[in-house]
T-cell receptor, first 114, second 115 residues
Framework: AQSVSQHNHHVILSEAASLELGCNYS??????LFWYVQYPGQHLQLLLK??????LVKGIKGFEAEFIKSKFSFNLRKPSVQWSDTAEYFC????????????FGTGTRLQVFP | DAGVIQSPRHEVTEMGQEVTLRCKPI?????LFWYRQTMMRGLELLIY????????DSGMPEDRFSAKMPNASFSTLKIQPSEPRDSAVYFC?????????????FGNGTRLTVT
């Protein structure tokens, strides 16, 4: 079955540290990949997405992600995190057999301390 | 635009009771999704509708779960009878077109606790 794996369940960083959250997807034809973020007490919202073209995708709030086809990866990065980045981050892939569906990973909880 | 509205925000119930979760999607959105979030399994898609018609319910855990969408502005997810393992946050999300072409708009979720 198609799946999305996030290996980091909980990440703790100090402000200004660099961030990289891992995401691996199982291959299923055309690749559409997403990162969603859930701030404390809020609903999920889209951070960035990759459909085609430049494998380095820029998102909101200084986040970026790189699609590496050979590694089936779509890692999320930010050079310098802020306390306000404390949230849960979800990687997602479009379903290959049912393209209406988004398959989410289990999420990574990021805590940033001042 | 009020966003996707879910009710209640919190629900505490005893095992065996019936639970009904409600969702009002954003007006004009043709797709509606029900997700369940747990620590162990993350976000799981339970069922989704397109133009009020259930398209894929393969994620519904068992017959105790049912979902309906009687019209374009309302959907329910029902659990009968509820069990402690159903405790989770249930999210409703809507999209104007097929999700890969448009972001999913999530509600604030319903936190269900079954004791």
């Amino acid at each position: 079955a198609q799946s999305v794996s996030q290996h980091n369940h909980h990440v703790i960083l100090s402000e200004a540290a660099s961030l990289e959250l891992g995401c691996n997807y199982s291959y299923g034809g055309t690749v559409n990949l997403f990162w969603y973020v859930q701030y404390p007490g809020q609903h999920l919202q889209l951070l960035l997405k990759y459909f085609s073209g430049d494998p380095l995708v820029k998102g909101i709030k200084g986040f970026e992600a790189e699609f590496i086809k050979s590694k089936f990866s779509f890692n999320l990065r930010k050079p310098s995190v802020q306390w306000s980045d404390t949230a849960e981050y979800f990687c997602a892939s479009r379903g290959s057999y049912n393209t209406d569906k988004l398959i989410f990973g289990t999420g990574t909880r990021l805590q940033v301390f001042p | 635009d009020a966003g996707v509205i879910q009710s209640p925000r919190h629900e505490v119930t005893e095992m065996g009771q019936e639970v009904t979760l409600r969702c009002k999607p954003i007006s004009g959105h043709d797709y509606l999704f029900w997700y369940r979030q747990t620590m162990m399994r993350g976000l799981e898609l339970l069922i989704y509708f397109n133009n009020n018609v259930p398209i894929d319910d393969s994620g519904m855990p068992e017959d105790r779960f049912s979902a309906k969408m009687p019209n374009a502005s309302f959907s329910t997810l029902k659990i009968q009878p509820s069990e402690p393992r159903d405790s989770a946050v249930y999210f409703c999300a809507s999209s104007p077109v097929t999700p890969p072409n448009s972001p999913l708009h999530f509600g604030n979720g319903t936190r269900l606790t079954v004791t």
